[in-house]
């Protein structure tokens, strides 16, 4: 393993702040050949894509490269990949398609673990059909959300279920192949939420099993918009609202309006950027994403104990990040003081980790925080030792103020 944490830190313009940044969760900094090529796909000739003008020829060349990248990240085929303006608006667009076949008394099911992006679109597509919704419940006090959860709220008449592939707000990591598994077997789809989850781990949409996973590229380095992955031959099956004259094509049958070429030719780069994580590692850009992720997964493990270790030194320190196997992510309340009140006056020392339930409502008010949840800590590929002790320093004297 070659991770070379100040090389790859001296990349991100953003870090000569001097801020120790824990809001990966919330989407990460930008390294330089990310901002480049957003840049370079700006100042070259660009207009709507065909294969004439040279303007035409580059948009058809971003959109083209920005499939394949992120076709190679997600282990899916380019013609399965669609581009939206996030994953929330992605998510919704597609609980308005599905929904069309659903009548009353089909059941969807959804996850008090998920980020409230892949709850109430088919919350609200449910309630316009008359379908019903069924809750899975996780464990407040681990924090786990295993496959007999879903299969206790599970039927012949299931239609879909809707998971996360990891909390954004505690981490925890479901069996997600075995959750997708349990749909199929009841002939209901898999939505998997992987918003959180891509950022920190190799995607495999066989080995999962989703039917249709969504993430961001913004928390992994790239440019604010959504992506979702689905096999083409499902995509084919399925007819949006459209324009009259848009193609049928698919993907783009599911794209609206002009694609933004500049932030897809940056998530090219972003993807790209992470493949090269592990500099010695050889082979295709899909082999050098995987020895990538064992890099950031070993160094963001020992970050994780570092952090662990002297987040148990300090009293009165409650930690909800509890699941067997977790992201980097970790919710923290204190027995003597908000944690609202810690995210301030960290924020003046110069460390950034927000406090809030981040969208996860169904979560942290199942884990006993109501709607105001916890100071966040999330971890990235840039984070060092020295961003830990800081945070250690800082959150020591909040609690000695």
């Avoid at 070379?4 to 990460?28: K, N, S």
């Avoid at 020829?57 to 899916?76: K, P, Q, S, W, Y």
């Avoid at 479901?174 to 349990?182: E, F, N, T, V």
């Avoid at 897809?264 to 790209?272: F, P, Q, R």
Wanted: proline share 7%.
């Amino acid at each position: 393993m070659t991770y070379d944490i100040g090389a790859l830190r001296a990349r991100f313009p953003a870090l000569d702040a001097g801020i120790a940044h824990f809001d990966g969760p919330g989407g990460t900094q930008t390294p330089q050949p990310v901002i480049r090529a957003i840049a370079d796909a700006l100042t070259r000739p660009l207009s709507i894509r065909g294969r004439l003008t040279p303007g035409e020829r580059n948009a058809e060349a971003i959109v083209t490269g920005a499939r394949r990248a992120m076709a190679d990240l997600l282990g899916a085929q380019p013609t399965g990949i669609v581009f939206g303006r996030s994953a929330t608006q992605l998510t919704y667009d597609f609980a308005h398609t599905l929904a069309k076949t659903w009548t009353p008394g089909d059941e969807v099911v959804v996850t008090r673990l998920d980020h409230d992006a892949n709850i109430r679109p088919w919350v609200q597509a449910a309630a316009r059909t008359g379908a019903t919704v069924r809750w899975a419940d996780f464990d407040p006090a681990t924090g786990e959300l295993t496959a007999d959860d879903v299969r206790a709220v599970l039927s012949p008449r299931t239609r879909l279920v809707a998971v996360t592939a990891a909390s954004n707000l505690i981490g925890t990591l479901p069996p997600i192949a075995g959750i997708s598994a349990l749909a199929h077997d009841v002939g209901a789809l898999a939505y998997v939420d992987g918003v959180h989850y891509a950022a920190h781990a190799p995607v495999d949409l066989e080995r999962l099993g989703a039917d249709f996973f969504v993430c961001s590229p913004y928390k992994f380095f790239g440019p604010h918009h959504g992506v979702l992955a689905a096999r083409p031959e499902l995509l084919e099956t399925l007819w949006p609202d459209k324009l009259l004259p848009s193609t049928d094509a698919v993907p783009e049958r599911f794209e609206l309006g002009t694609l933004p070429y500049e932030f897809l030719a940056g998530t090219e780069a972003a993807v790209d950027f992470l493949a090269g994580l592990e500099p010695d590692a050889e082979g295709t850009r899909r082999q050098r994403l995987g020895a990538a992720f064992t890099a950031l997964e070993a160094h963001e493990h020992s970050l994780r104990a570092q952090l662990d270790k002297g987040l148990s030194a300090l009293p009165g320190v409650r930690i909800h990040s509890r699941a067997a196997h977790r992201t980097p992510t970790l919710l923290l309340t204190f027995e003597s003081r908000p944690a609202a009140e810690a995210y301030p006056f960290l924020a003046e020392r110069g460390v950034h980790a927000p406090a809030g339930s981040f969208y996860a409502i169904e979560a942290s008010r199942r884990i006993g925080l109501g709607d105001t949840g916890g100071l966040r800590v999330g971890l990235a590929p840039y984070n060092d030792e020295e961003d830990i002790e800081r945070l250690l320093t800082g959150l020591a004297e909040f609690l000695e103020s």
